[in-house]
T-cell receptor, first 117, second 113 residues
């Protein structure tokens, strides 16, 4: 069965410091991978996605993520965190391609990012 | 253009009441998804529509949950005889067929007392 693990429930970083949020997935075939961000009381906003091709993907707000098949990982990075990045971050996987693909997402439990001034 | 909208944004129900949650997807989006997000958890899939056809309802937790999308646009998630464990945020998302990016609405926060 597909699953997503985000090992870090809560992370605190100082403003201006670099950030890496970890995500590991379990899926038999090539996965489609996503990172979403959720601010309090808000819906989910897509940061970036990996469907195929280049394993380093760029997203909005200066985020990037690298797909590593050998490690079943899709970690999210940002070189310099801003106070406005404080939010909940979710990694998700969807079945990739083919007919009958509903595209339903399997989410991790999320990582709460706190930014210190 | 307008994003996915959901109503009501907040709903308080007494245990045993029926509730109906509405989702207006992005115009032209064929695929529509419902997810349930419990406090402190990631969203969990409930059901999926392609146009008016409900192709996957494997995530609905019980037969008290029912979803419909009769004209292939607006969708309603109905919960009958609500119970306290139904308290959660219910998220709706839509996407183009064949495109995997789902766009989420703000959610409906349901509290069952």
């Amino acid at each position: 069965a597909q699953s997503v693990t985000q090992p870090d429930i809560h992370i605190t970083v100082s403003e201006g410091a670099s950030l890496e949020l970890r995500c590991n997935y379990s899926y038999g075939a090539t996965p489609y991978l996503f990172w979403y961000v959720q601010s309090p009381g808000q819906g989910l906003q897509l940061l970036l996605k990996y469907l195929s091709g280049d394993t380093l993907v760029q997203g909005i707000k200066g985020f990037e993520a690298e797909f590593k098949r050998s490690q079943s990982s899709f970690n999210l990075r940002k070189p310099s965190v801003h106070w406005s990045d404080a939010a909940e971050y979710f990694c998700a996987v969807a079945s990739g391609g083919g007919s009958g693909n509903t595209g339903k997402l399997i989410f991790g439990q999320g990582t709460t990012l706190q930014v210190k001034p | 253009g307008a994003g996915v909208s959901q109503s009501p944004r907040y709903k308080v129900a007494k245990r045993g009441q029926d509730v109906a949650l509405r989702c207006d997807p992005i115009s032209g989006h064929v695929s529509l998804f419902w997810y349930q997000q419990a406090l402190g958890q990631g969203p969990e899939f409930l059901t999926y529509f392609q146009n008016e056809a409900q192709l996957d309802k494997s995530g609905l937790p019980s037969d008290r949950f029912f979803a419909e999308r009769p004209e292939g646009s607006v969708s309603t998630l109905k919960i009958q005889r609500t119970q306290q464990e139904d308290s959660a945020v219910y998220l709706c998302a839509s996407s183009f067929v064949g495109r995997e990016t789902q766009y989420f609405g703000p959610g409906t926060r349901l509290l069952v007392l």
